[in-house]
């Protein structure tokens, strides 16, 4: 029996590119800095005339610039020209240990590898192995559906979360680094920091597995989706689709049951949970602020959220718990614009335009992460982020979908 398959993350036959100096090969994922269009002109700059990921990938910055459907035929066939033009290396049946180095000197240590999407459910009160750690909008799938129906690769830029407070799966990896194959070394673009790839063939990752099957056994589920909720789910409305007409065989190894994603062990010192800012864009942030006040008004107050826009800052009282609920639902009821953003400077950056209000929310004890899904589902959209924008994953590996 396969070892992998009680635990749904197996090995993959992964892609890397066989040029030297990936360094323009790899860029941040698509839902990073979606509302300062000039970073992704940056990658751009820097990228231009190379063998990118950027080619391959569609920033959300971009998403309501133009034709969409063009732009994911463009995608999807510069994708087959990577794959006719022999631009990869084929790792078969293998993990990627990674080590991630920040501009500020902490590590993150990851195994990139293919979870079963039979295993993973996205539904608020899931009992799946993995699950998702924020609601779904599923007004926000269709986009990702388009991009991935039709596409030959997929780019993980999606993060799965273990509670393995021993640190039992990834530091034996980490100890034993030396033994393994350096797949890549290299400075990622845009203060990005630093990070190195090293190939685990199955037959040496058998301690990744007896060390997830532990864990599972002792918990009541295995991984909690820290980044990427919404383009996992998007992988999983396709399975969906596409398994109702297989055969037997087809079902047990049709690549689109599988999706590549890294796991991360919650309790790394590096890992941080950092807030999810709002701006509000287009508004009079003082009828705004007066609104949300009046919304909550008869509430007993307890906890406060910081307000900033051109003509100065505050401070709006919220009951304890959840402000960020409260803060959205009213948000959302009164059809105001907002962005999601990362990072208190760009927040307060952006707040300076005229019209923007930005809502700088508290963080999330990243402790509480797997006992609140394991008692109330899901958490509200957007509740937090793992590190900051530059922090965020960056397209590497590749697997074929077709």
């Known amino acids: 029996m396969d070892e992998f398959a009680?635990?749904?993350?197996?090995?993959?036959?992964i892609l890397l590119p066989k040029m030297g100096d990936i360094t323009k090969w790899s860029v941040v994922a698509c839902d990073q800095y979606t509302s300062q269009p000039e970073y992704w002109q940056e990658v751009a700059r820097i990228t231009d005339g190379e063998i990118s990921?950027?080619?391959i990938i569609f920033p959300e910055v971009y998403l309501e610039n133009g034709d969409e459907k063009a732009t994911i035929e463009k995608i999807n066939s510069k994708m087959q020209e990577y794959i006719n033009n022999d631009i990869f290396q084929k790792h078969e049946d293998s993990f990627v240990y990674v080590e991630r180095t920040f501009p500020n000197g902490k590590k993150r240590c990851g195994i990139v590898g293919a979870i079963d999407l039979e295993s993973y459910d996205y539904s608020d009160?899931?009992?799946?192995?993995?699950?998702?750690?924020?609601?779904?909008?599923v007004e926000r799938l269709p986009a990702r559906v388009d991009i991935r129906c039709n596409a030959p690769?997929?780019?993980?830029?999606v993060m799965l979360l273990v509670d393995d407070p021993a640190d039992s799966v990834i530091a034996p990896l980490r100890e034993n680094s030396e033994k393994y194959e350096l797949?890549?070394?290299?400075?990622?673009?845009?203060?990005?920091?630093?990070?190195?790839?090293?190939?685990?063939?199955?037959?040496?990752?058998?301690?990744?597995?007896?060390?997830?099957?532990?864990?599972?056994?002792?918990n009541e589920f295995l991984f909690a989706v820290g980044d990427g909720n919404h383009s996992l789910a998007a992988a999983k409305n396709i399975w969906e689709s596409a398994k109702k007409n297989l055969s037997e065989l087809e079902f047990e190894t049709h690549p689109a049951r599988f999706a590549l994603v890294e796991v991360c062990n919650i309790h790394e010192d590096s890992l941080e949970f950092e807030p999810i800012h709002r701006i509000v864009f287009d508004c009079e942030p003082q009828e705004v602020i007066d609104g949300l006040k009046k919304y909550l008004a008869g509430k007993e107050k307890a906890q406060k959220i910081s307000f900033v826009h051109a003509g100065g800052e505050g401070e709006i009282e919220f009951p304890s718990g959840y402000p960020l609920a409260l803060l959205q639902n009213y948000l959302d009821d009164n059809d105001h614009k907002i962005d999601y953003i990362h990072g208190d400077d760009v927040a307060r950056e952006l707040a300076k335009k005229s019209n923007h209000l930005a809502f700088l929310l508290p963080p999330m004890s990243k402790d509480q992460l797997f006992s609140d899904v394991a008692t109330s589902g899901a958490l509200l959209r957007k509740t937090f982020s793992i590190g900051e924008a530059h922090e965020k994953r960056f397209y590497l590996e590749c697997r074929k979908i077709k």
Not at 6 to 13: E, H, L, Q
Not at 153 to 157: I, T, Y
């Open 6 to 13: 009680n635990i749904g993350f197996m090995p993959a036959d």
């Open 125 to 137: 009160n899931a009992k799946s192995a993995i699950r998702a750690t924020e609601k779904t909008v």
């Open 153 to 157: 690769l997929e780019l993980p830029h």
């Open 53 to 55: 990921t950027l080619d």
């Open 183 to 218: 797949l890549y070394d290299f400075e990622l673009m845009q203060n990005g920091g630093h990070i190195k790839g090293y190939l685990i063939p199955r037959e040496q990752a058998g301690g990744i597995a007896d060390a997830l099957d532990a864990i599972q056994n002792d």
